[in-house]
Nanobody
Framework: QVQLVESGGGLVQAGGSLRVSCAAS????????MGWFRQAPGKERELVADIRWSDGITSYGDSVKGRFTISRDNAKNTVYLQMDSLTAAYTAVYYCAVRAMTTMKYDYWGQGTQVTVSS
């Protein structure tokens, strides 16, 4: 069965950086892509970045372009989200999720990790 386990969230000061990780298991991932989402209190869940396991092609939401970097380590079945120059606006629960490359529908989700940016 698919398991996605996020880690690395926490408290960071404004202007700082944080990297969150998502360890994936239960599939051979070369036909899938992984996304990172965030959900702030009272707001809808938002896709911030996506990466394809097979070739590393990435895409980003407009609100994080130039600030966040998604990457993957195929040997560890782990996807990372490096977040730089953080502001309080990026405080949210961050989730990883997986989709087949033939669809934009994410079928499996992690439990989420809280990122809090203090101003």
């Amino acid at each position: 069965q698919v398991q996605l386990v996020e880690s690395g969230g926490g408290l960071v000061q404004a202007g700082g950086s944080l990297r969150v990780s998502c360890a994936a298991s239960g599939r051979t991932w070369n036909r899938y892509a992984m996304g990172w989402f965030r959900q702030a209190p009272g707001k809808e869940r938002e896709l911030v970045a996506d990466i394809r396991w097979s070739d590393g092609i990435t895409s980003y939401g407009d609100s994080v372009k130039g600030r966040f970097t998604i990457s993957r380590d195929n040997a560890k079945n782990t996807v990372y989200l490096q977040m730089d120059s953080l502001t309080a606006a990026y405080t949210a629960v961050y989730y990883c999720a997986v989709r087949a490359m033939t669809t934009m529908k994410y079928d499996y989700w992690g439990q989420g990790t809280q990122v809090t940016v203090s101003s």
